[in-house]
């Protein structure tokens, strides 16, 4: 157990549907990246921010979005989903300043099927 | 973008047979990690490598950092099956944390 949560496990939805996904970091730690990863595509980072500001971005759509509140937790928004949008979503936070190459501890991960 | 490379995609061993993984990238790297996700789970980080020619072990797992810091390995001794899940290298590009393709080992008893 890497201490990060992330809810909901699994997600069923149809095309065009839009959803929020959730992540809750390690307590203290101040940086969430969000991931995605598919078959085709690999691990691919999509944005990272610390300490509620977005800090880096990646292969993320013009569809998705995502915040982090003043609690720490993030939240992914993805909207006019698509099938190809079906992939495990991982969080992942990192204790330090915010450098991509601080050691992270990625969150269970949210499985996203689009019908 | 940043592109790392890891070969091969895919091996299976039996028990008691090394294994090994490379990654290699066109560009120099700062440094390199590699991290291992178990079937059904999730990247779990394994180390970092900063230093050129930099060799790190853990237990049966044997880390190396070329010299000229352009590529890096894993090495298994003796697997287990324990071992099998996929390994991936990860290096950090335009402030963000690029994923090689990854190695998927399956160890079988």
């Known amino acids: 157990d890497s201490g990060v949560t992330q809810t909901p496990k699994h997600l069923i939805t149809a095309t065009g549907q839009r959803v929020t996904l959730r992540c809750s970091p390690r307590?203290?730690?101040?940086?969430v990246y969000w991931y995605q990863q598919s078959l085709d595509q690999g691990l691919q980072f999509l944005i990272q921010?610390?300490?509620?500001?977005?800090?880096a971005k990646g292969n993320i759509l013009e569809r998705f979005s995502a915040q982090q509140f003043p609690d720490l937790h993030s939240e992914l928004n993805l909207s006019s989903l698509e099938l190809g949008d079906s992939a495990l979503y991982f969080c992942?936070?990192?204790?330090?300043?915010?450098?991509?190459?601080?050691?992270?501890?990625f969150g269970p991960g949210t499985r996203l099927t689009v019908l | 973008g940043q592109q790392v490379m890891q070969i091969p995609q895919y091996q299976h061993v039996q028990e008691g047979e090394d294994f090994t993984t490379y990654c290699n990238s066109s560009?120099?790297?700062?440094?390199i990690q590699w991290y291992k996700q178990r079937p059904g789970g999730h990247p779990v980080f394994l180390i970092q490598?900063?230093?050129?020619?930099e060799v790190k072990k853990q237990k049966r797992l044997t880390f190396q950092f070329g010299e000229a810091k352009k590529n890096s390995s894993l090495h298994i001794t003796a697997t287990q099956t324990t071992d099998v899940g996929t390994y991936f290298c990860?290096?950090?590009?335009?402030?963000?944390?690029?994923f090689g393709t990854g190695t998927r080992l399956l160890v079988s008893p």
């Open positions: 490598l900063v230093k050129s020619g």
């Open positions: 992942a936070s990192s204790p330090r300043g915010g450098d991509p190459s601080d050691e992270q501890f």
């Open positions: 307590s203290g730690d101040l940086s």
């Open positions: 560009t120099t790297l700062s440094n």
């Open positions: 921010y610390y300490n509620g500001e977005e800090r």
């Open positions: 990860a290096v950090t590009g335009f402030q963000k944390l690029v």
